[in-house]
């Protein structure tokens, strides 16, 4: 008897423990995809406003929302961000344009 009481404690303590695990897990993995998502946007409407600032002639506006633009965007719209902002910065505007447009592409 005392072994089978053992047993069965073993085996609640394992599913509790499981149960808390999958409580504490969840609303992380919620509050983590929501963030992104909004970020996201956030990125999207400053890369959006940097390439219309740049269209017009506005270098400075357009680095501004540009590197607002890079604290949220990831993979390759990032990538291309980056490298459109090097491009910039360099006085290369046109190469800018092309990055940044393939950087909207890549959402």
């Given at each position: 008897?005392?072994?089978?009481f053992?047993?069965?404690?073993?085996?609640?303590?394992?599913?509790?423990?499981?149960?808390m695990?999958?409580?504490?897990?969840?609303?992380?993995?919620?509050?983590?995809?929501?963030?992104?998502?909004?970020?996201g946007?956030?990125?999207n409407?400053?890369?959006?406003?940097?390439?219309?600032?740049?269209?017009?002639?506005?270098?400075?506006?357009?680095?501004?929302?540009?590197?607002?633009?890079d604290?949220?965007?990831?993979?390759?719209a990032k990538?291309?961000?980056?490298?459109?902002?090097?491009?910039?910065?360099s006085?290369?505007t046109?190469g800018?344009?092309?990055?940044l447009?393939?950087a909207?592409?890549?959402?």
């Amino acid at each position: 008897m005392n072994k089978n009481f053992k047993v069965s404690i073993l085996v609640v303590a394992t599913l509790i423990t499981g149960m808390m695990v999958s409580i504490t897990t969840t609303p992380l993995a919620f509050s983590q995809a929501t963030t992104n998502s909004t970020g996201g946007n956030q990125g999207n409407m400053h890369l959006d406003a940097g390439i219309k600032a740049l269209q017009s002639g506005d270098t400075n506006g357009a680095l501004m929302h540009l590197q607002q633009a890079d604290k949220t965007l990831t993979g390759a719209a990032k990538m291309h961000l980056d490298a459109g902002i090097k491009a910039l910065q360099s006085g290369d505007t046109n190469g800018a344009l092309m990055h940044l447009q393939q950087a909207q592409k890549s959402q």
